[in-house]
């Protein structure tokens, strides 16, 4: 395996902003594994995100420092749509990840192929395997505008992804939905990481990063304060002091007085031993 | 990095996807504006609040741009009538986004030049459409029948066109410009900042200075 | 066949091609408008009143067209007909004024033109999907961003109008009063369509960067789309008879305005 993304001394700032949103963050992800960003709100998980997938600097203006490469092209020699083929980026908003131009789900979930001059009979291939895969293949004839956030969100995600990326960014792609819906996007992402698609997850759930991550990284006011196996991240007592609250687990498992587990289950076999 | 752009190039930096967004947006504000009025009750159109913002964001023709969709939209949904004073709201976006470039929305007297010539402009690309596309009326506003009035008391078509207009444009441009100005004032500055460049068409990004900011954050 | 449109109009008129229509729009009102006098565009209408039928948009048709229609008529009766410049002859003698032929001709004339581009226009568009007229004119080479931008707006501004009427149910919950002075409704008009506005900028950013991500403004590519649009056989046919009428009308109409053949219909020596 190695590191699909990497991003090395990165430095970000808005234009006519006084900070920085991003300074000297390094990271690697390799192929095919689940790594999650967490941070306290404007630690600037959103504009890594943004930079990872080109918007920072062909879309959003400001003053950048170091390189991040994706899949060993550097994004600010290449452009948002080449790189969209091979990272994909889904977001908070349901209703601002439409393009505003379809009539149908179907049209919308083409809209990316259509710009990339996509011939029509692959297009509709790729349309009905993304549907069924994001299980909104019942609502294709639907106008988007009408549908409830959960399933615009899917839509928004099979968007994305009919664009065949190897990595996906999801950037607290879950906050607006109800439980359910959530649990519905993750089962997928689930999927999609277990076929070998590399997921960059920014999430505010804390067991669900507990669950799914192989390497968490904390952002602090826009630098790196930690970096590593969800275990040693979540078992650091420094954590709170840059605004981040571990998974429910770890104070628990704390208090019992038990070593910090890699996976919330041996804990919960630990609980209910206690309880027992 | 502000190396001056031609004429052409200048048009094309102002038409980048951030503004080519927006457009939709203020077709909206225009037609909400509108409709709001008659929620209201007032006499007014208030229709080129969105046009206004637009120019102050990215510039005079993604204004005009703006002016020519309204029309379309309402022409499309509503009455074709209103397709042929695209003329109008396209040029009033025009010298509104080449008058807000040259800085006038900052002073007052500099705001008021932009409500008298807006409704000048208006005023009489209106008139010579309703007088030469329309005869005279279009029969479906109030201004017909000021119109009818005036020609029977002025015995001039195109005159008795003009004057209905301009007294009811003085009133609502006058209105318009200030609600233009006080949403303009409203929008933050990390938005706005994301869009002084396309007005002037300067560079996308620069190379920071390493640390530059490191002061800043001791404040 | 088309996959997963949403429900269109299916007569003949509306699976004619997008570009037909169009053509239709052109053709029509520029021969009503090269036409000499009324008549041509007289008769155009009512062919476009059998046109809405084949449709099956007969009612909102007839709707529009007289709503239209009628109270036009009347304004430019009373305003060219008594008031036109080029008023001579006097049909009617009112005592405060004189109705004319000259004038009434001139109105008749502007009433049947505007009718013909109106109601054609009306017709094109309540029998064609946007998104198969972008898609139609997409192919013949409109630029991607017009599209996106016609398209665009006629979706986002239903979605800002209902987002307003939220605001204004809160807003009258509150006891907004939309009653009162003219001065007081003036000062309710700013906290119910600034929320919207600015709300409206932000999310505009958003969906900037999803149209960028999407590959919008990609350049050396020819955009395809997912919508189908069929040209039939009619199609050729419509477009080669509304190109000769067109180019017929106007032969014939320059030639009788010099005079070369007589006007088909003399108006009192006009």
Known sequence: MSAIVHVEDFSFKYRDTKRRAVKHVSFDVEEGSCFAIIGANGSGKSTLCNALVGLIPHYFVGARAGRILIDGVDVAESTIAELSNTIGLVFQNPFNQLSYTAGTVAEELAYGLGNHGVARELMIERVEAVAKLMRIDHILDKNPLELSGGQVQRVAFGSTFIMEPRVLVLDECTTQLDPLGASEIFDIVKQLNADGVTVIMVDHDMERVAQYADTVMVLDRGSVAAIGAPYEVFADPELESHGVQPPDYVPLTRALGLPIEIREEPTIAAVKEVLA | MARKLSFWEGIKAQFSTKSLVLIPIAVGINLIGGTLCSTLKLPLFLDMIGTIVVACLSGPWVAALTGLLTNLFLALVANPVYLPYAVVSVLCGLVVGYMVKAGLFRKKSGVVAIWLVCTLVNAISASLITTFVYGGATGVNGTSVLTATLVVAMKDILASVISSSLIENLVDKGITVIIAWIIVQKIPRRFLSQYAADAVGGSSSTVLDDDADDDAENE | ?270
């Open chain 3, 1 to 270: 066949m088309p996959h997963h449109m949403p429900a269109m109009n299916t007569t003949v008129i509306g699976r004619l091609n997008p570009i037909t229509k169009i053509v239709a729009v052109f053709s029509l009102g520029l021969s009503a408008l090269a036409w000499p006098d009324f008549t041509l565009g007289l008769i155009v209408v009512a062919l476009l009143f059998v046109v809405s039928f084949m449709a099956h948009i007969q009612k909102d048709f007839a709707k529009i067209m007289f709503g239209f229609g009628i109270p036009v008529t009347v304004m430019l009766m009373f305003i060219q007909g008594m008031y036109s410049p080029k008023n001579k002859t006097v049909l009617l003698d009112l005592g405060f004024s004189q109705l004319c032929l000259e004038g009434v001709l001139y109105a008749a004339k502007v009433v049947v033109s505007l009718l013909v581009f109106l109601g054609s226009f009306y017709i094109m568009n309540k029998t064609t999907y946007v998104g198969s007229m972008v898609a139609a004119l997409t192919a013949v080479g409109l630029n991607a961003k017009v599209g996106y931008l016609v398209l665009a707006s006629l979706n986002v501004v239903p979605q800002m109008q209902r987002r307003m009427a939220v605001i204004q149910e809160a807003q009258s919950a509150r006891g907004l009063d939309a009653t009162g002075g003219m001065l007081s409704r003036i000062k309710a008009y700013i906290p119910l369509l600034g929320p919207v506005v600015l709300s409206s900028l932000t999310d505009a950013q958003e969906r900037g960067m999803t149209l960028e991500t999407r590959g919008f403004g990609i350049t050396g590519v020819r955009q395809t789309s997912y919508v189908k649009v069929d040209w039939n056989t009619m199609d050729t046919v419509a477009n080669w008879v509304l190109g000769i009428v067109l180019l017929a009308v106007v032969v014939v109409s320059i030639l009788m305005r010099i005079g070369v053949i007589p006007m088909l219909i003399t108006w009192g020596g006009v």
